[in-house]
Nanobody, 126 residues
Framework: QVQLVESGGGLVETGGSLRLSCAGS????????MAWFRRAPGREREFAAA????????YYADTVKGRFTVSRDYANNTLYLQMNNLKPEDTAVYYC???????????????????WGQGTQVTVSS
């Protein structure tokens, strides 16, 4: 059973930076697609960034492209999200998710992912 635990959230001013971490346990995730989603108050969960099982392949939502960077330590089952130039609209609970390579569906679809973390709050003050 795979478990994911996020950390690194907090309160930051507009223009600031945060780095989120997602530690996986239970089994190797090297053959999984891993992603960050976020849910802002009153809004649907939305895709932010993803990292393929193939090193170097990453995907971003247009809203975060150029500001966020997803990276991964395959050996240690850890996913990261470096968030720079944060804006108030980035305020949300951020979730880490994992999907086996064999799963169907698009990388940006929440339905593809079978394992989720509990989330970490990111608040950007204006």
């Amino acid at each position: 059973q795979v478990q994911l635990v996020e950390s690194g959230g907090g309160l930051v001013e507009t223009g600031g930076s945060l780095r989120l971490s997602c530690a996986g346990s239970g089994r190797t995730l090297s053959n999984h697609l891993m992603a960050w989603f976020r849910r802002a108050p009153g809004r649907e969960r939305e895709f932010a960034a993803a990292s393929s099982w193939i090193a170097g392949f990453t995907y971003y939502a247009d809203t975060v492209k150029g500001r966020f960077t997803v990276s991964r330590d395959y050996a240690n089952n850890t996913l990261y999200l470096q968030m720079n130039n944060l804006k108030p609209e980035d305020t949300a609970v951020y979730y880490c998710a994992a999907s086996p390579r064999s799963a169907g569906g698009s990388y940006h679809s929440p339905q593809r992912y079978s394992t989720w973390g509990q989330g970490t709050q990111v608040t950007v003050s204006s």
